[in-house]
């Protein structure tokens, strides 16, 4: 056997913090050593950052790159490791991999295949690499081989698949095996979505397996830039074995994950698989000597957490992703905290939630002098002792009600933030609302009605309550949240100016459908978590006896899921609901779903929602509620223009900006609306006459 001991090393950076990310990447290669790794594979891009956008154009974002890259070389002795940056080599800029070895620099490989989908633009900033193409780069007074390179320490083969480059079919690891190679190292900035780590834990194992290597894959980790969040995935694998994985969405700076793999196992591999081509390059191999220490052989078995087996994963990730968004949004940011309008709804209630679980978690992984180590900067977290205290220094809440609210909502408010510790205000803002409404009725010289001016009168009350809120996080020096969902933003069911309005807007990339369902879920069966925290004060967790872990649970919830969604904006006889507004959203997320993500004409996503809802709601509502969405859509997408920076959770995502773009003025979908309706005007016997009722162009 010639056993190495190599390892994963996962990083949560930040763009274009030079010093930030130089020192993490130090004090990552320091721990690497101290657990006695041999080679350490850091994330794609993690000397710059990932997210720099147009920065890449600067030649400042690649001389400050370079210069961090010459203060890191010094602190590799011993080690063998891959670290990330951009790099600019005949007027093009390229997404590089610089493998370093002994305080050496040996040479840059650079990324074949670019991300170009969804969040992903690298084509606007790099140029590919062509496969079995070698040049020499010079930084400083010394040139280095740059290019489609193989490293080969003292016999042992080292490749590159830099993120995307195994995403795609041709992918550069079929080329690595014909030259023979041992290990595969796959620095990534691969953004979170849900479910996708098993998708990469796949194309990590079939690699090992297909090429007979040892692949080590690292990930960034948490938010680095504002909309895309990392999750810190590591794993490494041999001959198609999972040996280790690393804990995913940690609110640590660094992880090391190390493995110990067998290099004569995976030869032996390569040996007995004849019918495979070898093929020699030597222009393409760059050699160095290196001393590999004597390693003694491990039990190693992959394990995912208890969270990622228990059979709720998407609650899980949810809850995990965006409260770790949640909480370097805040640090990255240096804002004193949250504030919150908390109506005692759905939206606002998992807002709450989320910023709750944000400090649970971080205190469950790094404990309560990790989070104000991390969160220094704000003074008045000095003397806190358990996570409740930092809630109530961390999140503001103010219930706005007016005559149309009632007592059902503000007591839902009041129930959860006293649960979880926030700091509850509460105002009316009814003679705000009647003083507009007089000034506007003088000036019209008639009184407003709800039967002629339904809109205005529901929208001034949402308005109205922008200022106060936004005074408030003025005054706290805080980050105002914004509490629309996905479902409201696709049809525009939201108040410009009002409950769009803040600096960030954590659920929009979240369907109402599944945050009702998850709100039910976190009261009754909560979070799984390590059992590290246990205070005799704690509330909230809920021990499991069957294992060392602990659930944690928001029971202030309780009042919010038992009452009907509604904007509670027309009298509170009126029995205001937003599905009879809208239509029901198990429906609307499915209607989304087809004509948005896959793309589809109204009449194809009429005959899939007819197929899906048979027997539950007939042909006249499916006709009804399927026109009305395609209308809503395309007269609003100037609201989701206009929304707050939010996060990115799957494909479904409507943020024009990362991810869904769509004209602000279009043809509404109108001839393709016909063609549905003819379509169902034929259908026996289910044959519709008349035109459906047009559904409400806007809030």
Request: aromatic share 10%.
């Amino acid at each position: 056997m010639k056993l190495l001991k190599i390892a994963a090393g996962v990083l949560n950076q930040t763009p274009l913090a030079w010093e930030h990310n130089k020192q993490n990447i130090i004090n990552a290669i320091e721990e690497a050593q101290r657990q006695g790794v041999s080679l350490l594979c850091l994330p794609e891009l993690c000397i710059s950052g990932y997210g720099c956008e147009d920065a890449f154009f600067a030649q400042n974002t690649i001389d400050q790159s370079i210069a961090s890259l010459l203060d890191i070389v010094p602190c590799t002795n011993d080690i063998a490791v891959a670290v990330g940056l951009p790099l600019r080599h005949n007027n093009r800029t390229f997404d590089v991999v610089c493998l370093i070895a002994n305080k050496r620099i040996l040479g840059f490989a650079v990324k074949q295949y670019l991300a170009n989908n969804g969040v992903h633009y690298e084509t606007r900033w790099f140029q590919p690499w062509q496969p079995f193409l070698r040049d020499d780069i010079k930084i400083g007074d010394f040139s280095y081989p740059f290019g489609d390179i193989v490293f080969e320490l003292s016999g042992v083969r080292i490749g590159f698949e830099i993120c995307e480059d195994a995403w795609i079919a041709n992918r550069p690891g079929r080329n690595l095996y014909e030259r023979g190679i041992d290990i595969i190292l796959n620095p990534s900035a691969s953004h979170f979505a849900f479910l996708k780590s098993q998708t990469r834990e796949r194309f990590v194992v079939d690699g090992s397996r297909a090429f007979s290597v040892s692949y080590i894959y690292t990930n960034m980790l948490g938010n680095e830039a504002g909309r895309i969040i990392f999750d810190g995935d590591a794993m490494v694998a041999s001959n198609g074995e999972l040996l280790v994985s690393g804990a995913r969405l940690s609110y640590e700076d660094f992880v090391i994950v190390p493995a110990v793999v067998d290099v004569e196992a995976t030869r032996l591999a390569q040996v007995q698989n004849r019918g495979n081509l070898a093929l020699s390059y030597p222009n393409l191999r760059v050699t160095e000597r290196f001393d590999w220490p004597e390693i003694e052989p491990v039990i190693q078995k992959a394990e995912l957490e208890a969270w990622e087996r228990g059979g709720y994963l998407k609650e899980e990730e949810f809850a995990r992703a965006v409260a770790l968004g949640l909480f370097d949004y805040l640090r990255k940011s240096r804002s004193q905290g949250y504030v919150l309008s908390l109506s005692g709804g759905a939206d606002s209630s998992a807002i709450a939630a989320l910023v709750f679980l944000m400090i649970r978690m971080a205190v469950e992984n790094i404990g309560i002098d990790g989070v104000k180590k991390k969160l220094s900067y704000i003074k008045a977290l000095t003397d806190c002792k358990t996570p409740e205290e930092i809630v109530g220094k961390l999140l503001t809440v103010m219930y706005q009600g007016t005559e149309n609210s009632s007592d059902d909502t503000f007591n839902s408010a009041k129930t959860l933030a006293d649960d979880i510790g926030a700091t509850f205000l509460n105002i009316n803002i009814n003679g705000l609302v009647e003083t507009y409404r007089g000034l506007i009725e003088e000036q019209l010289g008639r009184k407003l009605s709800w039967d002629t001016d339904d809109v205005a009168l529901q929208n001034i009350q949402a308005r109205v309550r922008a200022p106060s809120i936004w005074m408030l996080a003025n005054l706290n020096n805080a980050l105002l949240l914004s509490t629309s969902n996905r479902s409201e933003a696709a049809v525009g069911y939201a108040t410009m100016d009002g409950d769009t309005a803040g600096s960030i807007s954590p659920i929009t990339g979240i369907d109402k459908h599944f945050l009702r369902g998850w709100l039910r879920w976190l009261q009754t069966v909560g979070l799984n978590v390590k059992n590290e925290w246990t205070p005799a004060d704690r509330t909230g967790s809920v021990s499991d006896p069957a294992t060392s872990n602990h659930l944690i649970k928001v029971q202030g919830l309780s009042a919010v899921n038992g009452l009907q969604p509604t904007a509670e904006l027309r009298p509170l006889d009126k029995k205001q609901t937003d599905e009879d507004d809208l239509m029901p959203y198990d429906v609307l997320n499915s209607i989304e779903e087809s004509a948005i993500r896959d793309k589809q004409p109204p009449v194809e996503v009429l005959k899939l929602v007819e197929v899906r809802y048979a027997g539950v709601h007939d042909r006249e509502k499916l006709l009804l509620w399927v026109e009305r969405f395609f209308k809503l859509w395309s007269r609003n997408q100037w609201k989701r223009e206009r929304y707050a920076p939010s996060f990115h959770l799957d494909d479904h995502n409507l943020d024009p900006r990362s991810w869904c773009r769509f004209p602000i003025l279009s043809g509404g979908f109108e001839k393709e609306l016909a063609d549905m309706r003819d379509w169902a005007a034929e259908q026996k016997p289910n044959s519709r006459k008349g035109n459906p009722a047009r559904g409400k162009i806007g809030f």
